[in-house]
């Protein structure tokens, strides 16, 4: 989940509706994280373009907060399907005494390897190579697990990129073409192979035959059947009194409608959630969609992408210093 779009304060002189925007950014940052000092991650070094570089389709996919809360909670349902990959989250974390605490790590991992400088990227990826080293176990039908399995890797990867992908083309702003998903696929993949994954789909024909071989190894387990009732139930504590609660409860029920709406009729069935979906996709696609505009209107660009253009433009040469070079270079030749 993603960006960190709500890391930059703003003078409420010069925009309107300050006190409610100054909400919402709270809001946003009790759910997924973000505070004005998680920027400096992104300034330096200067002209540094990142793993991906600003060309890449990931900055427009991966720069809209509110398709990304969308897809990031579809991602983490359907990871529970996966039985090895649910029995670690089972077994090694925290996430019913910490219910924003995954979602706020897998934000900061995405948006460092998406936007970050390389020294940032690479810490990203030594931390999560450190903590998969410690998550190893067996499932309640005895199969062992490691967080470090490759098939795994894979796993995790391609249910977040392709819900990122599927919730900015469904709720985004605007659409990208086919062959922007195609780039967009083939980019990320760069990062599951630095964690160890293998055989990464690069294409969305490859990542709709992936999803479509793994639904024979999913199923829904009691610890996955838990796990997403505590997802949809669970609330974002804000500590803002009676009305801003019954808000969060509010938005919690917007993403969480626009995430199942996301899920592929199979995992639905599995997770029982097939019952009444079709009449409800309208008005959760229109909620979703206001909601998504209401974000976008109270937090502004992606502060991320924002700093992150900066770091690279300031590495560039400027145009009156290359002029004086030349003009420099042109007076030693002179006689």
Do not use: C
């Amino acid at each position: 989940m993603t960006t960190l779009d709500s890391t930059v304060t703003r003078a409420p002189e010069r925009r309107s509706g300050g006190w409610l925007r100054s909400r919402i950014e709270r809001g946003v940052q009790a759910a997924v994280g973000g505070t004005p000092e998680d920027l400096a991650e992104y300034y330096e070094p200067a002209g540094d373009p990142g793993l991906l570089g600003p060309g890449s389709p990931a900055w427009i996919v991966h720069g809209d907060l509110a398709t990304m809360l969308y897809g990031g909670f579809a991602a983490l349902m359907l990871q529970t399907l996966h039985p090895r990959a649910m029995a670690g989250v089972a077994q090694h974390s925290n996430y019913k005494n910490d219910p924003t605490g995954r979602l706020i790590r897998t934000a900061r991992f995405v948006a460092g390897t998406t936007f970050g400088p390389i020294p940032f990227v690479e810490q990203l990826i030594g931390e999560v190579l450190g903590v998969h080293a410690h998550v190893r176990g067996t499932t309640s039908d005895g199969v062992p697990y490691s967080a470090n399995d490759p098939d795994l890797l894979t796993w995790v990867h391609i249910t977040e990129v392709r819900h990122f992908l599927r919730s900015y083309q469904r709720y985004g702003p605007h659409r990208i073409s086919r062959a922007m998903q195609d780039r967009y696929f083939d980019d990320v993949a760069t990062i599951p192979l630095r964690l160890g994954a293998t055989d990464v789909p690069r294409s969305v024909d490859e990542v709709e035959r992936y999803f479509t071989a793994m639904r024979l190894e999913l199923r829904a387990t009691p610890e996955a059947l838990e796990a997403v009732h505590f997802l949809r139930s669970t609330s974002v504590p804000t500590g803002q009194g009676f009305v801003m609660r019954r808000v969060s409860d509010l938005a919690r029920s917007i993403v969480v409608g626009a995430a199942v709406d996301l899920f592929p009729d199979y995992a639905r069935e599995l997770l029982g959630l097939d019952r009444w979906s079709r009449l409800k996709a309208v008005p959760r696609r229109l909620g979703a969609i206001a909601f998504g505009a209401l974000l976008r209107w109270a937090l502004g660009p992606s502060k991320v992408a924002v700093v992150s253009r900066d770091r690279i433009a300031r590495g560039a040469p400027q145009p009156g210093a290359l002029a004086g070079r030349l003009d420099r270079r042109d007076g030693d030749d002179a006689p």
